[in-house]
T-cell receptor, first 114, second 114 residues
Framework: KAGVTQTPRYLIKTRGQQVTLSCSPI?????VSWYQQTPGQGLQFLFE???????NKGNFPGRFSGRQFSNSRSEMNVSTLELGDSALYLC?????????????FGPGTRLTVL | DAKTTQPNSMESNEEEPVHLPCNHS???????IHWYRQLPSQGPEYVIH???SNVNNRMASLAIAEDRKSSTLILHRATLRDAAVYYC???????????????FGKGTKLSVIP
């Protein structure tokens, strides 16, 4: 079974631009979560989707948004990019929304904002 | 989410057992204890989880204290590939309409000496 895939793997943007990142979960998984990882803040939760509905959102500004499609694929969008948005963005999928379900992470998208 | 406390770093010799401790004195009765690890330049990887009883899988063992206020991840024979940051995370199964996101702390950086 294929793992979680994220595209693109690397991205370079300039301040003020917007970016869309894509995540394809493991086949059959219905829950998708997004995380941001930076050296200073570590791994931080962005949002979680289940059955095309956002179930929770982390403490990030409204410039960060996401959505989930009927096939469980998910996208996240960051508008008006800032230098501080440079980070590794990780997507994780799990079978259901249960506290005992493991999350499977993708390799991440490395975003650099110049 | 209840908090966990882990040592910042640990060292182990290759092929020796490693015991990674985690304190979670404010754990609630509905919290699962999860362990993830992140190898360099990769997304986090699920290791193991448990609720009350000790657990074993092909990667590791999880020993949970009787009062559940602490737990220990046991790698039976450390290999160079086990060098990673290990995260101990609590997930409440009674989140109701809430989220099942993973709240990562700083984790323990494990170094394996050849």
């Amino acid at each position: 079974k294929a793992g979680v895939t994220q595209t693109p793997r690397y991205l370079i943007k300039t301040r003020g631009q917007q970016v869309t990142l894509s995540c394809s979960p493991i086949s059959g998984h219905r829950s998708v979560s997004w995380y941001q990882q930076t050296p200073g803040q570590g791994l931080q939760f962005l949002f979680e989707y289940f059955s095309e509905t956002q179930r929770n959102k982390g403490n990030f500004p409204g410039r960060f948004s996401g959505r989930q499609f009927s096939n469980s694929r998910s996208e996240m969008n960051v508008s008006t990019l800032e230098l501080g948005d440079s980070a590794l963005y990780l997507c994780a999928s799990s079978l259901e929304q249960r506290a005992y379900n493991e999350q499977f992470f993708g390799p991440g998208t490395r975003l650099t904002v110049l | 989410d209840a908090k966990t406390t882990q040592p910042n770093s640990m060292e182990s010799n290759e092929e020796e057992p490693v015991h990674l401790p985690c304190n979670h004195s404010t754990i609630s009765g509905t919290d699962y204890i999860h362990w993830y690890r992140q190898l360099p330049s990769q997304g986090p990887e699920y290791v193991i989880h448990g609720l009350t009883s000790n657990v074993n899988n092909r990667m590791a063992s999880l020993a949970i204290a009787e009062d559940r206020k602490s737990s220990t991840l046991i790698l039976h024979r450390a290999t160079l590939r086990d060098a990673a940051v290990y995260y101990c995370i609590l997930r409440d199964w009674n989140s109701g309409a809430g989220s099942y996101q993973l709240t990562f702390g700083k984790g323990t950086k494990l170094s394996v000496i050849p």
